[in-house]
């Protein structure tokens, strides 16, 4: 036991001064600076102009805020979609040299176009889900249900999406080849780990809030 704890510590300790770790947080926290930074330019804008109201028709009212976050998104993406590009290379070892790191455009890279699909179907689960769940749970209970079942049913196409990030292919020929070469359920493979560090994303920001007030 005591071996297998002296492996394990600097086996993390590793893991944490890696550059390519080290690079991945850095790429990630652009990212996040990014998305944030845009949504707060442009959020209350678009907000204005798509206007839901209470009178609205539910149909509508789903459509208006899916449409409301969607065209939020699909702006913070243009600007950060590259660097999440840059922290999935990390992550396997395969940051490109210095000098091919130029940052771009979200939708002239490969992945954008799915990654846009994405935030459409998972807006209209989320969405949607409310007026199943409102009725029986309280809203942050059942806000968190339909986040996480919501995170596991777009999964498949979060993985099809880093597919064509790291291989360059298109939709069609990421989907296949995932699929032929390592089965229809490697689709969701990873979907419980993204769960878990959403789970992990709310506890921290819940104690966070808690220790500021």
């Given at each position: ?8 510590i ?10 390519n ?146 291989t ?38 819940k ?7």
């Open positions: 036991k005591s071996k297998y704890m002296n492996d394990l600097p086996s993390y300790f590793n893991l944490l001064i890696d550059e770790s080290l690079m991945a947080i850095y790429y990630r926290t652009c990212l996040l600076l990014t998305s944030h930074g845009t949504a707060q330019i442009f959020k209350e804008r678009i907000k204005r102009k798509i206007n839901v109201q209470r009178t609205d028709k539910r149909r509508i009212r789903i459509l208006k805020r899916v449409m409301f976050s969607t065209i939020t998104r699909v702006i913070t993406f243009s600007f950060g979609h590259w660097f999440s590009y840059m922290q999935s290379l990390c992550s396997v070892n395969k940051l490109p040299p210095k000098n091919e790191r130029k940052w771009h455009f979200g939708f002239t890279q490969r992945g954008f176009t799915m990654l846009c699909a994405t935030t459409v179907i998972d807006q209209l689960l989320w969405y949607s889900s409310y007026y199943w769940f409102a009725p029986y749970l309280e809203k942050k209970v059942h806000s968190k249900i339909r986040t996480y079942a919501s995170n596991f049913l777009i999964h498949p196409l979060y993985t099809i999406m880093r597919r064509q990030m790291l360059n292919e298109n939709i069609w020929d990421a989907t296949k080849n995932l699929v032929t070469n390592y089965g229809f359920f490697s689709l969701f493979d990873g979907a419980f780990c993204e769960i878990a560090r959403s789970v992990i994303y709310d506890l921290c920001g104690t966070f809030d808690d220790l500021l007030k």
